[in-house]
């Protein structure tokens, strides 16, 4: 996550899905917070709804006040705990659901060794018999069947859990991976 990316579209489905996990489980929210690029803010940033939340996220971004402090102090967000990095995770805080929030996704082949744009498998094992994780993941330019299909299994073999859902949106998915 990039301060610079608070506030799209994607940011919206990101905060509707947690709350809508809050409402059965305990949500943490691990930002894992990368310095902005200058020159590379997120163009969609057209909120289509007229809630609450879209309205905040509008005001955030017209105000120039792209950051995640925003979001932390709204309270609409219904989170226990945040955390900005993977390291500040405290595991005898957290229980429910911990949600990732890397630039990319999850760790690929071509990433060099803790690109920090990326959630490691290793990180995924080491918290998966505390919490459910949900990670934030970009929809690479492949037919999105055969991509789910292969996180899925690439998934499970890298990492012991019960079930791996899938919540996709317009240009992300979001992956629950149940321990």
Known sequence: MRNQFVGDVNDYHKYQLLNELALISEVNVCWMLNDDIEGQDSKFVKHKYSDPLSLLLSRIVEEG?????????????KVKHYYRQIEDICLDQISGILFFDPDNGLEVKSAKNNDKRYLYYRDIRRFISYVDILVYQHFPRVQRHQYIEAITNKIRNEVSCSTVKHFPKSMVDFILIKK
Request: charged letters at 40%; glycine letters at 0%.
């Open 65 to 77: 006040q792209r950051n995640v402090d925003r979001i932390e102090n709204s309270k609409l967000i």
